[in-house]
């Protein structure tokens, strides 16, 4: 027996069936009509609380056992019996839905999984573009499918056990507004004496003579307002990773908690791009105090563009909390950081770290040498032979021409001093090259451990922070 199951039906169904389905999904885009969304169905006689239940997104039909989804709450509320939520892609295309947690949904073949908050996997669905791998229980979604949908169906036999059925058809999505949930008066009922507040009772009638003793109205301890918590800041990012990094793998953004305690994620937001196309819901996650959380592409469907992009930081009630400023045409290798107040490009990611302010070799200025520029001597040509014996026969009469020593002849004599060609022999060093050479050394050192040095002194002010923070903070106790 074919049965449709559509979720707002209050018609009885088998007690093995979960309370929330997947009843629902528009994988591809549909120009002309519906864009990306997901259907959960309560199909139970009770109210459900969707903040118990997560949907977890693979980018493949057959993941592996070691694949990491990406996971998300389905939001804050109540989702009355027999209604429907849906989280859509393009929340104007449809009243009261709630917008999709991943970025896109994959068109050749991908998983979801409705996962409940003990872990369990209470229902699941697996397509795939390609009919040979599109075997039990993956769906078959074809390329050419852009205005269809896949709808759920129930089927069950004459013993009453059911099997899902998934069948193309016009999509039909119907989103209803999750309703608040109710907030438990505090119990009241119970009233006790505190005993440190109370009077203590005086006996009426003493007797003379007899000392009684009163003890003394203890006055109430004062109240200790705790401060509220520092906002949390995204400090760093990196769009354009060097090679042998990718853009889809080690693409981040880096997350700081100012505040002396953790800080737990679950619900906050992490949107990023131009208009903030892709976001990544935390569940369960924490930020140690003074500790940075690192987001990278690889692990989530965050990506940073590299020519134009920026991101920001939501908490659990939607409120922005911390935004990095619009960057452009990122520079190879670099990462857009915080550093003294000032958004600004650094040759040196430091994910999990503080950030440094180190300047790509490009731009650093050649230091100009201080060393003495040689000075060859200017030399006169000498007169060719010919000429220098015809001036020589011209002023003494009867001259011997002079021959000239032949070149191994000349090898093998002495060098000529320097004294003796006329010209002196050089002096001691001045002081002031040899400050200088000291000076470029030194200037050499800082340049080669700046990292070190860099790290050390930010430690040292953090160090120094912490102490004081945490002396101010003892004074005011």
Do not use: C
Request: negative net charge; glycine residues 4%.
């Amino acid at each position: 027996m074919l049965l449709p199951a559509p979720v707002t039906s209050h018609a009885e169904v088998t007690p093995d069936l979960p309370k929330l389905i997947i009843s629902e999904v528009k994988i591809k885009n549909d120009t002309s009509g519906y864009d990306e969304f997901i259907e959960i169905g309560n199909l139970s006689s009770e109210a459900v609380n969707i903040h118990e239940y997560s949907i977890e997104y693979f980018n493949t039909s057959t993941p592996a056992v070691s694949q990491v989804p990406v996971r998300s709450i389905l939001g804050t509320g109540i989702l009355p019996a027999g209604q429907s939520l849906v989280l859509a892609k393009n929340k104007t295309q449809i009243p009261h839905s709630y917008v999709l947690p991943f970025a896109s949904l994959a068109d050749s073949g991908g998983q979801l999984r409705l996962v409940s908050d003990a872990e369990e996997v209470v229902d699941s669905i697996a397509w795939s573009s390609s009919s040979s791998a599109a075997t039990y229980p993956i769906v078959h979604m074809p390329s050419t499918a852009t205005t269809k949908s896949i709808t759920r169906e129930i089927i069950m036999d004459s013993e009453g056990a059911f099997t899902y059925s998934w069948q193309l058809v016009s999509p039909s999505p119907v989103s209803y507004e999750l309703l608040p949930i109710p907030v438990e008066p505090p119990d009241t009922s119970e009233e006790y004496d505190d005993p440190i507040l109370t009077e203590p009772e005086v006996p009426v009638e003493v007797l003379p003579g007899v000392e009684v003793d009163v003890p003394e109205l203890q006055p109430e301890p004062p109240v200790i307002e705790q401060s509220a918590l520092l906002p949390l800041q995204i400090i760093e990012l990196l769009p354009n990773p060097t090679a042998p990094l990718t853009d889809a793998q080690d693409e981040f953004v880096e997350i700081y908690n100012p505040n002396a305690e953790p800080v737990e994620l679950s619900g906050y937001r992490l949107q990023a791009g131009k208009t903030y196309s892709h976001s990544y819901t935390f569940v369960n996650e924490e930020i140690p105090p003074f500790g940075y959380l690192v987001i990278s592409s690889g692990n989530t469907n965050i990506s940073l563009a590299n020519s134009i992009g920026r991101a920001r930081l939501l908490d659990a009630t939607g409120e922005v909390i911390s935004e990095a400023p619009e960057y452009t045409n990122s520079p190879e290798g670099q990462s857009w950081a915080l550093i003294n107040d000032i958004w600004q490009w650094t040759a040196s990611p430091t994910p999990g770290a503080a950030n440094l302010l180190i300047l790509p070799l490009a731009a650093l200025k050649k230091v100009p040498s201080t060393q003495p520029k040689t000075v060859k001597p200017k030399t006169t040509a000498r007169p060719s032979a010919s000429k220098a014996a015809s001036k020589a026969n011209a002023k003494v009469a009867g001259a011997k021409t002079m021959k000239t020593p032949s070149n191994k002849a000349t090898k093998e004599k002495d060098v000529v001093p320097v004294a003796a060609t006329g010209s002196e022999p050089p002096g001691p060093l001045h002081p002031s090259i040899l400050y200088s050479v000291g000076a470029l050394a030194f200037a050499y050192a800082v340049y080669e451990y700046r990292y070190d040095i860099g790290n050390r002194w930010y430690l040292l002010k953090r160090y120094f922070s912490a102490r004081r923070a945490t002396r101010t903070q003892v004074i005011e106790e």
